[in-house]
């Protein structure tokens, strides 16, 4: 799922109530939308689709991963001959993935397809919670997840090196949407243009790229957030090794929820809400109560639940170690020193854990409570004194 957890807005010039696509409810637990993408004569032609309700038990879908790209619903579609806006990235995926009518292939079938932005009722808040805390399975469950990054008239002529800088372009790997997307389909493919290939090609050949190519920016934090991905594959595939020091199945849950901030507080997301709801697909043996209490909502404000998070690494994990993560860069107004600003994509100043280990056992033991004292959230643990700050000084960047 790319930013579906944000409303965007249409540009002037919204279709009249009469014409625009009215979203009937969900009403099951396991509901979703699909749509059905109609064959065109031409790549460049309308994009008509069909809308149904199913379940993902009920029915035989591909999802698609992408990056919305430009904010805003701009360019109109027809879904049931009504009219739908979408952003132009979403439009030009679309484009790329519809069947095309030729002599040689003069009756192609439609695909039927799990696309965010139009199978979830953006302006429907209930709904969209709903819809992210069953995104586990709406992946899990498609047939195959299709990747897209792009077009690139030139790709497929470009040297395999020169390809894999520009595949490093794309604003699909700034997304934190793209972890859940990509590691829970075992059949994942990524297409750009043209040219099509499995996620294991993909990451292959950027690992092949000589280290003496002098990357931009963009292309260096693609390559970090590459590289988090396949790290948390490995891990996802060997889950014995993703809490292996937690003995309780709640500190091991803990444990696998502060790891995954920790690696993923580079990637970005248009709701800072995502930055914790968007890996709760990745963490297995969430019980009831830690549904109840990590459920998505987007109505709560992002600071509350932030500390909501932090608060229940501590208490479930009886570890300190988050502390890590708090860094000095802070953006959200309200949140305890105690809570990491998760929405900070490139947090300065954490903590090395290289510089501070303490023993093993030491986390099992600190005596843990949270006081609730006018707008914040105070945290009391017992500890001993390790020296006295003496003085205190400002420094400044060259």
């Not at 500190?251 to 968007?278: H, I, N, T």
């Not at 643990?381 to 060259?398: E, L, M, N, P, S």
Request: proline share 7%.
């Amino acid at each position: 799922m790319s930013e579906a957890c944000v409303s965007t807005p249409t540009r002037p010039g919204s279709p009249s109530p009469s014409t625009a696509y009215s979203y009937a409810p969900l009403d099951a637990s396991d509901a979703i939308r699909i749509i059905t993408l109609l064959p065109a004569q031409s790549f460049e032609a309308p994009i008509h689709c069909q809308i149904r309700r199913t379940t993902f038990f009920g029915s035989s879908y591909e999802a698609l991963s992408y990056a919305w790209g430009s904010n805003y619903r701009e360019i109109s579609i027809k879904c049931n001959d009504q009219d739908l806006f979408v952003t132009p990235n979403l439009l030009r995926a679309l484009k790329r993935l519809r069947p095309i009518v030729t002599s040689n292939i003069p009756n192609p079938k439609p695909v039927t397809l799990w696309v965010d932005a139009i199978c979830i009722d953006q302006e429907n808040q209930e709904e969209r919670a709903h819809q992210v805390s069953i995104m586990k399975h709406v992946y899990q469950r498609a047939v195959r997840v299709i990747v897209y990054l792009g077009e690139d008239v030139n790709f497929k002529d470009a040297a395999p090196s020169i390809q894999m800088l520009w595949l490093l372009d794309s604003p699909w790997y700034n997304r934190m949407w793209t972890l859940q997307e990509s590691l829970l389909n075992a059949n994942t493919i990524v297409t750009h243009g043209e040219t099509t290939l499995s996620l294991e090609a993909l990451e292959l050949g950027f690992q092949s790229l000589p280290p003496s190519f002098r990357y931009n920016a963009a292309q260096k934090n693609a390559i970090l957030r590459v590289q988090t991905t396949r790290a948390m594959r490995l891990e996802l595939q060997e889950p014995q090794l993703f809490g292996r020091h937690i003995g309780r199945i709640n500190g091991a849950v803990a444990y696998r929820l502060s790891r995954m901030l920790s690696l993923c507080q580079y990637f970005e997301c248009g709701d800072p809400r995502d930055k914790v709801f968007a890996i709760l697909g990745l963490v297995d043996d969430l019980d009831s109560i830690t549904h109840t209490e990590l459920n998505p909502d987007y109505s709560t404000p992002v600071a509350e639940i932030y500390r909501r998070f932090a608060w229940f690494i501590i208490t479930r994990q009886k570890s300190l170690r988050i502390l890590h993560d708090v860094g000095i860069t802070r953006r959200l107004e309200g949140l305890p020193s105690w809570v990491p600003d998760w929405s900070v994509s490139n947090p300065e100043g954490k903590l090395s854990r290289k510089l501070y280990r303490p023993r093993p056992d030491f986390f099992d033991r600190p005596s843990l409570k949270s006081v609730r004292r006018g707008d914040g959230w105070i945290l009391i643990c017992k500890g001993f004194c390790f020296d006295t700050v003496a003085t205190c000084i400002t420094t400044t960047r060259c």
